[in-house]
């Protein structure tokens, strides 16, 4: 420094300053132009327990611009790979983190967003991890195991101030917006009766076979059990077999299709803010009643609706609901296509391309509400009724009996064994209390 003049000063600072002045340097993707959304602009997610429907519901998030995928956690080590090929060969590098523990993951700061996709059993818990680490919530249905979790996780949401989307994603499909914008606008006349289709309802406490447990790398079973009670290790749970079994199955399978058309249902009746108040079961369906004087009938397949208009429910599709009012009614289903009332068709008929399979705008309305902090289309308070009154439809049946429930106290009335049933022992040390 004794020996630097001035000259050398100069010539050496116009030399700096010319080469941070130099904006050809910065990419032009990098400032969002062109299209392309800047690093600092996009959101960070991260996804938990992603078999075939995670996978299915991240093929259609990954081509959001906005959204950067980054990392995985799943407690079996094909399942990671398995995401981590989807999302390298989509970017184009090997950036993408494993993880066999969702704890590690979620404590990424960069991480704004997780996508969730397990089993059942760890839908309200991971949701709720995720949330009071200060991640907004995109989780698959059903959203719990019992009444008292989908409690519990609706409240954490509000609790810790994030953003939250059920994975019921038929609201956001366009025949099945347009089918309860006619229940809801009185083009139906006064609705009287509402038909969701639902499985018939299974309990099974039997236990699979047990098989030798593998390493932890390869499925880290008691972490793949989580909250659920403990059984011996079964590769056929770990494929998909857990569905049907007692343990592990919300409400029965009733809340597979349930969760999806008793919540159209309740959207056509503008009833998101309740629940019918009574559930009565049939043997081909479950009756539920609203204070309004609606009737929801939630039809057992493969029958639904097979007593009245069998060809309906072949031409509209799996997931079929129909709106029914004084002047007539409304069928859909996940082919897009409307079926109406003889007296109905020429003045609404309406076609629909795609399918009401696809989660694409739902995801998409989660994204714009994560910038936005709205309210998505099927938030945590929307979930929170559909939800009740599809355990307290599949209670009844379980039962035997008639049961009658409040929606305000979301407690049965005159029924000790029922609320009872509101909870389930979660094996230590995994709570919803958080």
Not at 381 to 386: A, G, H, K, P, T
Request: charged share 25%.
């Amino acid at each position: 420094m004794k020996n630097l003049n001035r000259r050398t000063f100069l010539g050496r600072s116009l030399a700096a300053g010319a080469a941070a002045s130099l904006p050809w340097f910065i990419p032009a993707r990098a400032l969002g132009r062109d299209g392309a959304v800047a690093p600092s602009e996009k959101i960070v997610l991260g996804g938990i327990g992603l078999g075939p429907r995670g996978q299915y519901d991240l093929s259609v998030m990954l081509p959001e611009k906005d959204v950067q995928f980054v990392a995985v956690c799943d407690a079996v080590r094909t399942r990671r790979e398995e995401v981590k090929r989807m999302v390298d060969t989509h970017y184009g590098n090997a950036d993408c983190v494993l993880y066999r523990d969702l704890f590690e993951l979620i404590a990424r700061p960069d991480i704004d967003a997780v996508l969730i996709a397990t089993g059942d059993r760890w839908h309200a818990l991971a949701s709720l991890l995720a949330a009071r680490a200060g991640k907004d919530v995109y989780s698959e249905k059903p959203c719990g195991m019992t009444i008292g979790e989908i409690q519990a996780l609706a409240d954490g949401i509000h609790r810790y101030g994030r953003v939250f989307q059920a994975g019921t994603q038929r609201r956001s499909v366009n025949n099945f917006q347009y089918a309860a914008h006619l229940a809801q606008s009185g083009q139906l006349g006064r609705l009287r009766t509402l038909h969701a289709s639902v499985y018939v309802p299974t309990k099974s406490y039997e236990w699979l076979p047990a098989e030798p447990e593998p390493t932890k790398d390869q499925c880290d079973w008691d972490r793949w059990l989580g909250p659920a009670p403990w059984r011996p290790y079964n590769s056929r749970y770990v494929s998909g077999g857990w569905r049907g079994h007692h343990d592990f199955e919300a409400g029965g399978n009733f809340l597979d299709w349930g969760a999806h058309t008793l919540d159209l249902c309740q959207w056509a009746n503008q009833a998101d803010h309740t629940t019918p108040l009574e559930f009565e079961a049939t043997p081909a369906s479950i009756i539920g009643k609203y204070a309004n004087g609606v009737t929801l009938v939630c039809d057992f397949l493969p029958t639904a609706f097979g007593n009245r208009d069998p060809q309906y429910h072949t031409a509209t599709g799996t997931c079929p609901v129909r709106f029914e009012g004084d002047e007539g009614w409304v069928e859909t289903g996940d082919n897009n296509l409307l079926v109406f009332s003889e007296n109905l068709e020429r003045t609404l008929h309406k076609k629909f391309s795609g399918t009401g399979l696809s989660s694409a705008g739902h995801g998409r309305n989660f994204f714009d509400c994560v910038r936005s902090r709205a309210l998505p289309v099927c938030n945590q308070d929307i979930m929170r009724r559909s939800h009740l009154a599809c355990f307290a439809a599949q209670l009844s049946w379980q039962l035997g009996r008639k049961i009658q429930f409040d929606p305000v106290k979301e407690e049965f009335i005159g029924d000790e064994e029922a609320n009872r049933m509101r909870h389930r022992a979660m094996r230590e040390p995994w709570s919803v209390n958080l």
